[in-house]
Structures are given as structure tokens and as C-alpha cells.
């Protein structure tokens, strides 16, 4: 199940099976920008610098530790992110 990182440091499911464009826009707040992370993708804001989006600590520190320092992400990722496994990625 793909997880919804929220800036306020609240996680939760995210059905991505049953999502649309709309659905990943609400969640995130904007138009979505797709990162590709080792076990499937992140998607994001695209425009979180230019919208002044408030860090995303959890989501940052999780990913980290989930693949390591070399990760090349942003200093910290902005707004609220999704985490989508790569077994769901087919639903993108």
C-alpha cells in the first residue's frame, strides 16, 4: 500500500489502485512531479519551492533511513509526499 507523508508528521494509506490525477493532486497540493527511489517512486509538488511549501521532516528522515545517505533527494523534500512500492507502480 502506498503511504501519504503529510508536512504536520501525520502518515496514511493511500489507495493508489483507485486514485486519479485529481486524487494525487489534492493529496499533494499541486501538480504531482513523479521521483523515482530505489523500490518505487515518490510523488510530490512539483512547484514546492515556488509555492514556499513547508519541509516534509518525516518524509525525509524516513527515506533516508529507509535507503540510506547516498539517496540522492532534495535537502528536504517539500509538502506532503507519497510513497508508491513498486508493486504498485503499475497503477500510475
Known amino acids: 500500500m ?3 507523508w503529510r508536512v504536520d508528521g501525520t502518515c496514511e494509506e493511500f489507495d493508489i489502485e483507485h486514485a486519479d490525477l485529481v486524487m494525487l493532486q489534492e493529496a499533494v497540493g499541486g501538480y504531482v512531479e513523479y521521483i523515482n527511489v530505489p523500490g518505487g517512486a515518490l510523488i510530490c509538488n512539483e512547484d514546492g519551492k ?3 511549501l513547508s519541509p516534509n521532516f518525516m518524509a525525509t ?3 533516508k533511513e529507509l535507503f540510506g545517505p547516498d539517496l540522492r533527494i532534495p535537502t528536504f523534500l517539500l509538502g506532503n ?3 508508491v512500492p513498486s508493486d504498485e507502480m503499475k497503477y500510475l
Do not use: D
Open 81 to 83: 509526499v507519497i510513497l
Open 2 to 4: 502506498a503511504t501519504l
Open 50 to 52: 515556488m509555492k514556499n
Open 61 to 63: 528522515r524516513m527515506l
